[in-house]
């Protein structure tokens, strides 16, 4: 499974990509939502032509855009249109916030940082994958 990972703090998107990896995963790393963003234009306008991801791990603060703006944007590219998206932040969000994040950007579910262990990261993102299967 492709793995697109956006976040900024260069020590945090290889925790990730290394752990993805491990996981049987293949990460697609971007360091900020802006690169993020002109990598969803290629695959709308069909200039990507290699494998697609199948699940996005997005920080929210970023330079450029935001995680769930990306997210917003997944929702609206159809290619990619349905894949499980998480969000990670280091802010404090309250329950409202998180949920109006998911109901107008479409995140399927909000991790804060720091990070859960190795392996409940695991189960979460594993849980959120399958939700979307079914």
């Known amino acids: 499974m492709h793995w697109l990972i956006a976040e900024d703090e260069a020590d945090i998107r290889m925790l990730v990509s290394t752990m993805a990896t491990a996981w ?3 990460p697609m790393q971007f360091e900020s939502g802006q690169k993020a963003w002109d990598f969803l234009d290629k695959v709308e306008s069909g200039e990507y032509t290699s494998p ?3 699940f996005a791990l997005m920080d ?4 450029g855009y935001r995680g769930d703006e990306v ?3 997944i929702r609206e590219t159809a290619q ?3 894949i499980p998206i998480v969000l990670m932040t280091a802010f404090i969000l309250t329950q409202d916030e ?3 994040m ?3 950007s479409g995140v399927d579910h909000i991790i804060n940082k720091p990070l859960p262990d190795f392996m409940q990261l695991k189960q979460i993102l594993e849980d959120v994958i399958n939700s979307k299967k079914t």
Do not use: N, S, Y
């Not at 929210?60 to 330079?63: E, F, Q």
């Open 24 to 26: 049987g995963h293949t």
């Open 98 to 100: 998180m949920q109006q």
């Open 52 to 54: 697609l991801p199948e």
């Open 60 to 63: 929210i603060r970023m330079p």
């Open 80 to 82: 990619v249109k349905d």
């Open 71 to 73: 997210a917003k944007r």
């Open 102 to 104: 998911k109901h107008e």
